[in-house]
């Protein structure tokens, strides 16, 4: 079998919702749009975890938070977890990132090869939640609603800085692979920070929604004291009392998003155009690490199961996938048992602990029935939460909380809880049987409790004294670029060149 090259191309917050077949008609995304017409497209793709460092661990493992311990933006991805980067590498491939992925701990590579780029988030455990203090807001780290009321326009911001960074080095990796000095399969996973908070936009993009018939959410702000108790958690750990919040400030907000999509697009549009110059062939894979609920039901952000938070685009171009719209409920989490099968490499000796299964019967016409499990322990919550998508329903549930059963065939905006309807007494009876044999609920709070605890010891110890940081530094070799003497130049012109001259 021949190995394909493999593209990952990895966003960030991006709302599933807004990609019902491929790009919504009215974004403006041209490349996305070409890119869906030639991919099997996932209608309902979900995310493991919806915050970025676990959704990211469990898509690298193939592993839900309970199972690989990234519970939050600061719990270590322990070493000994094998994600798709090392099953690729150890079959011979060459791995790469460029961009984000959230690593926290020492290990700042998790199978990639080479890295080209720092991370934008800090890798230490410094943005640890405590389970021990409900309630408590860390105002240093957590989410608030100034990114809404301060949306609008900017040419440079931290994040367009980093992800203009993530696109130029992926651009110029893909240049050095078509010169042909590796001959190994590749893989190259580029990981942009947008269109993630704060909603800031370069006008260029601004411009294109000017007259956009979106800016306001379909549902309108719930008031707080008939929202569920986890969305009040959200509304207080995102410090709502302090800000108010105008309709002109969602538009904005909104607006901007919007636009961020559309650099998105362009920077996946350069992305793509070096690898058709270039003539090499690649599956190409898109996703996102999970949604934004951009004000539907006065909610913004994620931390929560409902649709724009949860859901995901997903989307993979491959001669071994028939192109088309798939409606079946997948996860973010099998992405690294699809990359493999694709690759034709052999996961049977983690599989007992991987939770993912491979989409690549959907793309050949099969079917699936297993349902799509999520889970959140972070900021937010004060026990975990965990979430069962099957068939038309989704059945969510905490110790803290009232049981949640929505049917998003009837009810796609999740406005009519059926946990304590008698007509559904057996749905919810069968999916909470399904939830217990799946989770030991009590378990998995202690063991967020104990991993919590630790790390704040351990943070607030290696803050004592000197401190040496776990961030990624990207090493750049200036005596082995460009010309220099222990290179032959006619061999260094010819060998950089591609095509190569005749």
């Given at each position: 079998?021949?190995?394909?090259?493999?593209?990952?191309?990895?966003?960030?917050?991006?709302?599933?919702?807004?990609?019902?077949?491929?790009?919504?008609?009215?974004?403006?995304?041209?490349?996305?749009?070409?890119?869906a017409?030639r991919?099997?497209?996932?209608?309902?793709?979900?995310?493991?975890?919806?915050?970025?460092?676990?959704?990211?661990?469990?898509?690298?493992?193939?592993?839900?938070?309970?199972?690989?311990?990234?519970y939050?933006n600061?719990?270590?991805?322990?070493?000994?977890?094998?994600?798709?980067a090392h099953?690729?590498?150890?079959?011979?491939?060459?791995t790469?990132?460029?961009?984000?992925?959230?690593?926290?701990?020492?290990?700042?590579?998790?199978?990639?090869?080479e890295?080209?780029?720092?991370d934008?988030?800090?890798?230490?455990?410094?943005?640890?939640?405590?389970?021990?203090?409900?309630?408590?807001?860390?105002?240093?780290w957590?989410?608030?609603?100034?990114?809404?009321?301060?949306a609008?326009v900017?040419?440079?911001t931290?994040?367009?800085?980093?992800?203009?960074?993530?696109?130029?080095?992926?651009?110029?990796?893909?240049?050095g692979?078509?010169?042909?000095?590796?001959?190994?399969?590749?893989?190259?996973?580029?990981?942009f920070?947008?269109?993630?908070?704060?909603?800031?936009?370069?006008?260029?993009?601004?411009?294109?929604y000017?007259?956009?018939?979106?800016?306001m959410?379909?549902?309108?702000p719930?008031?707080?004291?008939?929202?569920?108790?986890?969305?009040?958690?959200?509304?207080?750990?995102?410090?709502?009392?302090?800000?108010?919040?105008?309709?002109?400030?969602?538009?904005?907000?909104?607006?901007?998003?919007?636009?961020?999509i559309?650099y998105?697009?362009?920077?996946?549009?350069?992305?793509?155009?070096?690898?058709?110059?270039?003539?090499?062939?690649?599956?190409?894979?898109?996703?996102s690490?999970?949604?934004?609920?951009?004000?539907?039901?006065?909610?913004?952000?994620?931390?929560?199961?409902f649709?724009?938070?949860?859901?995901?685009p997903?989307?993979?171009?491959?001669?071994?996938?028939?192109?088309?719209?798939?409606?079946?409920?997948?996860?973010?989490?099998?992405?690294?048992?699809?990359?493999?099968?694709?690759?034709?490499?052999?996961?049977?000796?983690?599989?007992?602990?991987?939770?993912?299964?491979?989409?690549?019967?959907?793309?050949?016409?099969?079917?699936?029935?297993?349902?799509?499990?999520m889970?959140?322990?972070?900021?937010?919550s004060?026990?975990?939460?965990?979430?069962?998508?099957?068939?038309?329903?989704?059945?969510?549930?905490?110790?803290?909380?009232?049981?949640?059963?929505?049917?998003?065939?009837?009810?796609?905006?999740?406005?009519?809880?059926l946990?304590?309807?008698?007509?559904?007494?057996?749905?919810?009876?069968?999916?909470?049987?399904?939830?217990?044999?799946?989770?030991?609920?009590?378990?998995?709070?202690?063991?967020?409790?104990?991993?919590?605890?630790c790390?704040w010891?351990v943070?607030?110890?290696?803050?004592?004294?000197d401190?040496?940081?776990?961030?990624?530094?990207?090493l750049?070799k200036?005596?082995?670029?460009?010309?220099?003497?222990?290179?032959?130049?006619?061999?260094?012109e010819e060998?950089?060149?591609f095509?190569?001259?005749?």
């Open positions: 079998m021949t190995k394909p090259n493999i593209l990952i191309i990895m966003v960030d917050q991006l709302n599933g919702t807004l990609f019902p077949d491929g790009p919504a008609d009215w974004l403006h995304a041209p490349n996305l749009k070409a890119l017409a991919s099997t497209r996932f209608a309902n793709a979900y995310t493991a975890s919806p915050l970025c460092a676990p959704a990211r661990a469990a898509f690298m493992s193939g592993q839900l938070p309970s199972r690989n311990g990234v939050d600061a719990a270590e991805f322990t070493s000994s977890i094998p994600t798709y099953h690729l590498r150890r079959a011979g491939y060459q790469c990132l460029s961009g984000k992925m959230h690593f926290v701990g020492p290990d700042q590579m998790h199978g990639f090869e890295r080209l780029t720092t934008i988030y800090p890798a230490d455990f410094g943005w640890t939640p405590d389970y021990r203090k409900p309630g408590e807001r860390i105002d240093w957590y989410h608030n609603m100034g990114s809404v009321t301060g609008g900017a040419e440079i931290n994040q367009m800085e980093y992800d203009d960074e993530v696109a130029y080095h992926a651009t110029r990796k893909i240049y692979l078509a010169r042909g000095a590796d001959a190994r399969p590749w893989c190259l996973t580029v990981s920070t947008h269109p993630h908070d704060p909603y800031v936009a370069r006008k260029k993009y601004w411009d294109l000017e007259d956009c018939d979106h800016l959410p379909q549902i309108g719930i008031p707080y004291a008939d929202q569920d108790p986890h969305s009040q958690r959200i509304m207080d750990a995102n410090d709502r009392d302090k800000f108010t919040i105008s309709d002109d400030d969602i538009r904005r907000s909104r607006r901007a998003y919007f636009a961020n559309s998105l697009d362009d920077k996946i549009g350069e992305i793509l155009q070096v690898l058709e110059d270039t003539r090499q062939e690649a599956t190409i894979l898109f996703v690490d999970h949604g934004d609920m951009l004000g539907e039901r006065g909610l913004w952000f994620k931390m929560c199961f649709e724009g938070s949860a859901r995901v997903l989307m993979i171009a491959s001669p071994d996938m028939a192109p088309g719209l798939h409606k079946t409920p997948v996860s973010s989490i099998d992405v690294t048992p699809t990359l493999c099968d694709l690759a034709g490499v052999d996961m049977s000796e983690v599989m007992p602990w991987t939770s993912g299964e491979s989409l690549v019967p959907l793309g050949q016409g099969g079917t699936r029935t297993s349902p799509v499990a889970e959140y322990a972070a900021e937010a004060q026990a975990p939460l965990v979430s069962l998508r099957s068939g038309p329903w989704k059945y969510n549930r905490c110790t803290l909380d009232p049981d949640q059963l929505f049917n998003l065939d009837s009810d796609p905006h999740e406005l009519t809880n946990a304590s309807d008698p007509a559904h007494h057996e749905t919810l009876a069968d999916l909470r049987a399904q939830a217990d044999a799946r989770w030991d609920l009590a378990r998995f709070d202690a063991d967020v409790r104990q991993s919590q605890a790390r010891v943070y607030e110890a290696l803050r004592n004294g401190y040496y940081p776990w961030d990624y530094q990207p750049q200036a005596s082995e670029r460009y010309m220099r003497n222990h290179m032959d130049l006619n061999v260094l060998n950089q060149r095509p190569r001259g005749e």
